[in-house]
């Protein structure tokens, strides 16, 4: 086994903003990718109103997870082949028109499956920004130190949008109308979707370009590295905490008379998530990355164990500010981890696969605890979380030495012209 090889000092935020042609895509992307966690959020609330259940909200809900999360692959891929931009700019403008379809639908009282026709291409056009964002890092920072740091600070861009997003959609759904967040959403996709699209000298080699030129790696799916396999469904277990934790805590508020506290305890749960990649991102690890997954997703599961038996606003908010710094490492390691695992050419596919498998462990969360919050209130619908990280930790602990990169060691980059071997464990 090849010796954990810890650098002196561990590139920092700083440099990676230094980065050249960097903010060209940063901040359109983030913009583009804010109204990622407003979508589901704003369904349950929508159809909630509208229809007096969270069984049924939590059902189109999952529709539109599903579709997104069997058709993100297909859109990583599509990219991965045409360019960023060829499959971004339809994308956003059938997600626009789907969403704004399915808010029309659930004010006119339509009945459940009209809604879950309008929810499929919803779900299923939602643009994969933040996997085309990292995919862009890949792109430039491929070997180098720098790499994990990107990494790190891509959680912290995603879970600031679920600190901002489900915050900003209750805000709007509790304050305004039911339907404000949706209607957010749809213009917030729009307008950042086309801004992100436009930056097209930042866009990776795609692989019409690539055969064009001098790269030699041989093209195939994602999901044919087993290694990827194991982490899509780590990431199904990650999915389900925040699905789990979206209709759980809506019920919770609901029940004690505070639907405002809904976003409160959604944004604590999301900061303790940014907090944590933060500090991922400025550590120096002793330990490799496959470690650091499977001890990172045992905390998580430990955390997650806890939620049913909060009864307070503050208990909750404590327990969920856990289960958020027990997220971040979780994800970054295994974003961390598949960069080493698949071609350059598979890339954007094998981001999207993980970020669907959130998307799906999220929708078959918001389902079951819809309708176990809806039978027995809403401390059992926090037994969802529990019971997905549970199934997944089993997994990467019986599968984890597939988790191992292309080659037997990777080489990173200590200081000019110094390289030496980093290893996975």
């Not at 895509?25 to 929508?46: C, D, E, K, N, S």
């Not at 801004?195 to 195939?220: N, Y």
């Not at 982490?231 to 934790?245: P, Q, R, T």
């Not at 505070?258 to 550590?283: K, Q, R, S, T, W």
Request: with cysteine.
């Amino acid at each position: 086994m090849a010796s954990t090889v810890v650098t002196e000092k561990r590139p920092g935020y700083g440099q990676l903003m230094r980065t050249p042609g960097a903010l060209s895509f940063l901040l359109p992307g983030f913009a583009a990718r804010q109204p990622f966690a407003m979508l589901t959020i704003g369904i349950v609330l929508l159809v909630q109103h509208t229809s007096g259940s969270y069984g049924t909200a939590g059902a189109v809900a999952a529709a539109t997870g599903v579709s997104m999360a069997l058709f993100a692959p297909q859109s990583g891929k599509l990219a991965d082949r045409f360019g960023q931009r060829a499959v971004l700019v339809p994308g956003v403008l059938v997600h626009t028109v789907s969403v704004s379809l399915l808010v029309a639908l659930a004010l006119a009282g339509a009945p459940l499956w009209a809604l879950f026709l309008a929810a499929i291409p919803s779900g299923a056009s939602v643009p994969q920004v933040g996997p085309m964002v990292r995919a862009r890092w890949a792109a430039k920072l491929d070997g180098t130190p720098l790499m994990p740091t990107a990494a790190a600070f891509e959680s912290v861009t995603d879970e600031f949008t679920f600190v901002v997003g489900p915050v900003l959609a209750t805000a709007l759904c509790t304050g305004i109308h039911p339907a404000a967040g949706l209607i957010a959403e749809a213009a917030l996709t729009l307008v950042g979707g086309l801004f992100f699209a436009a930056q097209r000298r930042t866009q990776p080699a795609h692989g019409l370009t690539a055969a064009a030129g001098h790269s030699d790696e041989p093209r195939r799916s994602a999901l044919s590295v087993p290694g990827v396999r194991v982490l899509v469904i780590a990431f199904l277990g990650i999915g389900s905490v925040f699905g789990g934790m979206q209709v759980s805590l809506t019920a919770f508020s609901e029940e004690i008379g505070n639907p405002g506290v809904n976003g409160l305890l959604y944004g604590v749960f999301a900061a303790g998530n940014m907090l944590a990649g933060i500090a991922m991102g400025a550590i120096a690890w002793k330990i490799g990355p496959r470690r650091r997954l499977i001890l990172g997703y045992t905390g998580l599961t430990v955390a997650a164990s806890l939620l049913w038996s909060a009864h307070s606003v503050l208990l909750l908010g404590a327990l969920g500010l856990v289960v958020g710094l027990c997220i971040a490492p979780a994800l970054i390691t295994g974003y961390t981890i598949v960069e080493t695992l698949v071609p350059a050419t598979a890339r954007t596919e094998a981001f999207t696969w993980l970020t669907g498998a959130v998307a799906l462990g999220q929708a078959a969360a918001v389902t079951v605890a819809g309708r176990l919050a809806d039978a027995h209130g809403a401390s059992t619908g926090f037994l969802v979380p529990l019971a997905g990280t549970l199934l997944a930790l089993v997994t990467l602990l019986a599968l984890r030495s597939r988790l191992h990169p292309r080659a037997t060691s990777r080489v990173a980059a200590r200081g000019i012209g110094h390289r030496v071997p980093v290893s996975v464990d």
